[in-house]
Structure formats: structure tokens, C-alpha cells
């Protein structure tokens, strides 16, 4: 349920907008706030903790930080806008892109849409109020999907202990190897938003009782786009009882697994050395 099938970038921006959307929105809002100095708006100078003057990216990024001096003062919107921002260094979006890529379609086919974008925002939100529950004074700005990100891993982490026909044994070894990664660079890694992870994922895991109603496995053939004649009529194949089950050769399944395993050790470690 991992392992991308789709034939062309078209083909998933078909299955999975929501994804899709997620994912063009990080990096666009990235692109406006470090990348294309757009001018600034009147609208965004509003905010207590907001920039009077600069680009347009300096003030999304002033009033999107999540903040906990301002939301204090009653700055609530930053316990979402946080979520769709992150860091100057390139590695950052791209890696929660990365990962929306590589988990979110499954679970997106699975709830649907609206369930899935409730699981997304619960997950953030939650993880950004932990982050100012624990401290509420704190000074540093936080920014990142990550405490969503991590919602969708407690989601997964919830299936394979509760909902085990939802998962095949495969996506049952990446989830928890993934998991055990992510845990470990969440301590181990300057800079981390420890609390968003954490609640995020307590987040993620929590909503698995309700969202999960109704919920059937993952399939590939869902993907399939249904082949009509020209009067517009459903096609009938007579071989279609006849087809198989296309099933991955394991130590293909095995070399992807290592591989997805290798390049997120490799920047975990690059991030802690400050190398990326």
C-alpha cells in the first residue's frame, strides 16, 4: 500500500487530491516566504507579533509561526497556520512532502477525502496545543507539518494493534520500522518540536476508534480507470474473472523497504552533523 503505482504525476493528482493539495500549498508557501519576494499586504500587518514592513513571505511567516507569547495574547489562528509553514533549509518541506507522498494515499482512498482531512488537521492542531500546553512561554517559533505527519503514523500505529485486516504483513513492517526511525530522530535531532510529534501522534492514534467506521483496506485496483465503450456504456471483459493478482516479488518489496529505511537514516544523521 506503499508502493506508488500510479503511472504519471496526473494519475495521482487524480486519486489524491487532498494529498496533492497538501502538498502544492507547502511548497508554494515555501516558495513565497523564502524564495519570490513578493510585496507585502496590507492585511497581514494586523497581527500582534507581525511585520509592519518586508515582503509578503516575511509577514505570512510572522503571523503564520506558531508563537505561544501570541497565542496567549489570544493569536489563536496559529495553532493551524503553523502546519502549511516550514524552514529556510530546503530539507525540511521536502521531507514532509516526502512523506505525505509516501503514507498519505492509502489512508486518503481509505476514509476519504472529508475523514482525511479531519485526521490531517486533529493531528496538527493537536500537536501544535501540546507544543503550548508544555510551554506556553516559550520564545521559539515552530513551524512544520510534522505534528500532522505524525498524526498519520498513530493513525497507521492504530490499525496494525487494532485494525490488523486493514494492513497487510508488508505495510505492517514499514509502519513500525518507520515508526522506530522517526521516534529516535525526534530525540536525537537539534531543533525538533518534540511536543508536536509526541501529540500529533497521540493525536493521530486517538481519532482511530471513529474515523476508522466503515473503513476497507487499501487497493491498487481502485486506481483503475473503468473503460466504457462509445455509447458510453460500461465495457463487459469476459476475462475478467480471469485475472490475477499482480503480487510484488518480496525482495523487490525488501530492497524498497531498505532503501526508503537508508535515506531517512542518512538525513537524520546529516541533519544532526548541521550538514543539511
Known amino acids: ?17 487532498i494529498v496533492s493539495t497538501l502538498i502544492i500549498v507547502n511548497i508554494a508557501l515555501y516558495l513565497i516566504v523564502y524564495v519570490i519576494p513578493l510585496p507585502a499586504i496590507e492585511l497581514l ?9 518586508g515582503t509578503l513571505g516575511e509577514q505570512i ?14 493569536e489563536y489562528w496559529r495553532l493551524v497556520t503553523p502546519i502549511f509553514l516550514h524552514g529556510n533549509y530546503l530539507t525540511h518541506v521536502l521531507f514532509n512532502s516526502f512523506s505525505l507522498v509516501l503514507f498519505g494515499p492509502a489512508l486518503e482512498q481509505m476514509l476519504g477525502k472529508f475523514k482525511f482531512i479531519i485526521l490531517y488537521f486533529v493531528a496538527g492542531i493537536i500537536g501544535n496545543i501540546g507544543t503550548f500546553l508544555v510551554d506556553p512561554g ?3 517559533p515552530h513551524i512544520g ?24 504483513y508488508a505495510s505492517t513492517r514499514i509502519v513500525i ?45 481502485r486506481n483503475q480507470p473503468r ?12 476475462n475478467r474473472w480471469k485475472r490475477r493478482r499482480v503480487r510484488m516479488n518480496p525482495e523487490v518489496i525488501k530492497k524498497i523497504i531498505w532503501t526508503v529505511i537508508g535515506i531517512l537514516i542518512a538525513a537524520g544523521v546529516l541533519s544532526a552533523m548541521g550538514i543539511i
Open 1 to 17: 500500500m506503499f508502493i506508488r503505482t500510479e503511472k504519471s504525476i496526473r494519475d495521482f493528482l487524480h486519486f489524491y487530491p
Open 45 to 53: 500587518t494586523q497581527c500582534t507579533f507581525g511585520f509592519r514592513s
Open 61 to 74: 511567516y510572522a503571523c503564520g509561526m506558531g508563537f505561544n507569547p501570541a497565542i496567549s495574547h489570544g
Open 138 to 140: 516559550m520564545l521559539n
Open 145 to 168: 507539518a510534522s505534528g500532522a505527519i505524525y498524526g498519520i503514523f498513530g493513525l497507521y500505529l492504530f490499525m496494525v494493534v487494532f485494525r490488523k485486516h486493514l494492513m497487510d
Open 177 to 221: 520500522i518507520i515508526l522506530v526511525i522517526g521516534l529516535v530522530m525526534t530525540f536525537i535531532r537539534p531543533g525538533i518540536n518534540i511536543s508536536a510529534h509526541i501529540f500529533g501522534f497521540i493525536g493521530g492514534f486517538a481519532t482511530g476508534p471513529l474515523i476508522l467506521n466503515n473503513v476497507q483496506p487499501f487497493s491498487p485496483w
Open 227 to 238: 473503460h466504457r465503450n462509445s455509447d458510453d456504456n460500461p465495457h463487459f471483459n469476459p
